[in-house]
């Protein structure tokens, strides 16, 4: 039997890599994409063969969707020359990026590109690939815990992941008939480089996840990467239309 392919935006670095190496681990193959960080999605690449798995990692900008039709036609030219598939399994619309500013403070600039990555990126491209998703596949809508919790300076930001959300839901009634899952997996704080790598970097910022989370620690990219994984293995199987907390009980 042929293996499990999974396309994973935002790979190159932090949650998207460690889905990556963990799916890799478990005999998925890989399609990756990076924006800009060529060396960093030459690492994934080496560290996926190390692990004996297959990958290939594609350039794309999430947040121009113009490009998308573009991407998809990569996409199939990969499947195809590469796999040996016309189809692929999973998707993860991981690939994202911060913007801190109170609500008085947020400008036209950040939330256009926050709606334009986040938003408008997700749910265009997961339109434009559904053609290529296999019957019985699942996609995976990266959200953020803070959907649920509200401290100042995430306002549009957290807009965003709250409408992937709700679109997450409606796409899992679409596409049932087809036997494919979504849901959307949100992360507490994780130390990767995002926003400016506070939270892996910022000691008062990691003390302060740390102390209200129930598991008394900030997230690791490890812990997303696994929970991804499990997701897409055969205990995910019967589990659709949710928003499914990683965060190690941040403010429970
Ligand atoms: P990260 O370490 O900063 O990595 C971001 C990844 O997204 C990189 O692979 C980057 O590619 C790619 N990327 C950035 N802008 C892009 C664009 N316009 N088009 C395509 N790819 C782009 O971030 P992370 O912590 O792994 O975050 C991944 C996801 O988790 C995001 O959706 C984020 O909102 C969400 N999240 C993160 C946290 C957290 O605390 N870290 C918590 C909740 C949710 P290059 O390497 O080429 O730049």
Same mark, same amino acid.
């Given at each position: 039997?042929?293996?499990? &392919?999974?396309? !994973?935006?935002?790979?190159? +670095?932090?949650? $998207? %890599?460690?889905?990556?190496?963990?799916?890799?681990?478990?005999?998925?193959?890989? !399609?990756?994409?990076?924006?800009?960080?060529?060396?960093?999605?030459?690492?994934?690449?080496?560290? &996926?063969?190390?692990?004996?798995?297959?990958? %290939?990692?594609?350039?794309? #900008?999430?947040? #121009?969707?113009?490009? *998308?039709?573009?991407?998809?036609?990569?996409?199939?030219?990969?499947?195809?020359?590469? *796999?040996?598939?016309? +189809?692929?399994? *999973?998707?993860?619309?991981?690939?994202?990026?911060?913007?801190?500013?109170?609500?008085?403070?947020?400008?036209?600039?950040?939330? #256009?590109?926050?709606?334009?990555?986040?938003?408008?990126?997700? *749910?265009?491209?997961?339109?434009?690939?559904?053609?290529?998703?296999?019957?019985?596949? +699942?996609?995976?809508?990266?959200?953020? $815990?803070?959907?649920?919790?509200?401290?100042? $300076?995430?306002?549009?930001?957290?807009?965003? %992941?709250?409408?992937?959300?709700?679109?997450? +839901?409606?796409?899992?009634?679409?596409?049932?008939?087809?036997?494919?899952? @979504?849901?959307?997996?949100?992360?507490?704080? !994780?130390?990767?480089?995002?926003?400016? $790598?506070?939270?892996?970097?910022?000691?008062? @910022?990691?003390?302060?996840?740390?102390?209200?989370?129930?598991?008394?620690?900030?997230?690791?990219?490890?812990? !997303?990467?696994?929970?991804?994984?499990?997701?897409?293995?055969?205990?995910? %199987?019967? &589990?659709?239309?949710?928003? &499914?907390?990683?965060?190690?009980?941040?403010?429970?």
């Amino acid at each position: 039997m042929s293996n499990k &392919i999974a396309i !994973i935006t935002g790979a190159s +670095r932090g949650l $998207g %890599k460690s889905a990556a190496l963990h799916l890799a681990a478990q005999g998925v193959d890989i !399609i990756g994409t990076y924006h800009s960080n060529v060396a960093e999605a030459q690492n994934v690449i080496a560290e &996926i063969e190390a692990l004996g798995g297959r990958v %290939k990692m594609l350039q794309l #900008d999430v947040g #121009d969707s113009s490009r *998308f039709e573009g991407f998809v036609g990569q996409v199939a030219a990969v499947l195809s020359a590469f *796999f040996k598939a016309d +189809r692929f399994d *999973f998707l993860v619309n991981n690939a994202g990026v911060a913007a801190r500013a109170s609500f008085a403070e947020t400008t036209e600039a950040q939330f #256009d590109q926050l709606v334009n990555v986040h938003l408008k990126g997700s *749910f265009f491209l997961t339109q434009k690939l559904l053609p290529l998703i296999a019957d019985g596949g +699942r996609i995976i809508n990266i959200s953020s $815990g803070l959907t649920r919790f509200s401290p100042v $300076g995430y306002v549009a930001y957290a807009a965003m %992941k709250g409408a992937v959300e709700v679109w997450t +839901r409606y796409l899992a009634n679409e596409l049932g008939p087809r036997g494919i899952n @979504v849901n959307s997996l949100a992360p507490g704080a !994780i130390a990767t480089d995002f926003g400016g $790598g506070t939270v892996r970097d910022n000691p008062d @910022v990691n003390a302060w996840v740390a102390a209200n989370t129930a598991l008394g620690r900030a997230g690791q990219p490890d812990d !997303i990467g696994a929970a991804v994984a499990m997701l897409l293995g055969d205990g995910g %199987k019967w &589990i659709t239309a949710q928003r &499914i907390e990683a965060s190690g009980g941040m403010f429970v």
